[in-house]
């Protein structure tokens, strides 16, 4: 199957600028996207990328994408504790959603 | 967007008996999903409901084990049958309405987390 491979731990401090990466193995994705879990609530889609595009920016979150290492970041800019969350990156090979692969979850820990 | 409700949002069960899972949507969708998120894991489909007809599992999932009912666009359930402590999760259930958007936007709903004694 699909592998996608996230770190599992990030710590920042309030303020600071986070970056959580994500790679995967599989070069036909089409979208790629990261979903925000907040304790006791389900998944929350933060952002995606066409698998065409290298980058995209949106009010503090910035999507990094690149197809030749197959790497994914978010970057969240001015981190605050309501950030604190588990992140999962996850991307879609083909446009039915049901070829949805999602990565380990990435749990951040905003310190005030 | 669509609001998805799951019940129960939580329980415990005992070893060898069965526990079936609600999803309900406040609109009409084309696409309903069930995924198991195991401790500290990520997001593993089961299965697509489908109304209608049997689900489409995924590998390593079977309709004796997890059998799974769509009755009609907006609500669809998922039992854990002859429950054993593996098969403690959060079960979720998640939607997508085709064609609502470019980018195949799945929403989810709250999870059941279920745990098994």
């Known amino acids: 199957g699909e592998d996608v491979e996230q770190s599992l731990f990030l710590s920042v401090r309030e303020g600071d600028s986070s970056v959580i990466n994500c790679t995967y193995t599989d070069s036909s994705s089409t979208y790629l996207y990261w979903y925000k879990q907040e304790p006791g609530a389900g998944l929350q889609l933060l952002t995606y990328?066409?698998?065409?595009?290298d980058m995209k920016q949106d009010q503090r979150l910035t999507v990094l994408l690149n197809k030749k290492d197959k790497h994914l970041s978010l970057r969240i800019a001015d981190t605050q504790t309501g950030d604190s969350a588990i992140y999962f990156c996850a991307e879609s090979l083909q446009t039915g959603a049901n070829n949805l692969f999602f990565g380990t979850g990435t749990r951040l820990t905003v310190i005030p | 967007s669509a609001v998805i409700s799951q019940k129960p949002s939580r329980d415990i069960c005992q070893r060898g008996t069965s526990l079936t899972i609600q999803c309900q949507v406040d609109s009409q969708v084309t696409m309903m999903f069930w995924y198991r998120q195991q401790p500290g894991q990520s997001l593993t489909l089961i299965a697509t409901a489908n109304q209608g007809s049997e689900a489409t599992y995924e590998s390593g999932f079977v309709i004796d084990k997890f059998p799974i009912s769509r009755p009609n666009l907006t609500f669809s359930t998922l039992t854990v049958s002859n429950m054993s402590p593996e098969d403690s999760s959060i079960y979720l259930c998640s939607v997508e309405v085709v064609g609502r958007s470019l980018y195949n936007e799945q929403f989810f709903g709250p999870g059941t987390r279920l745990t098994v004694l």
């Open positions: 990328i066409f698998s065409n595009m």
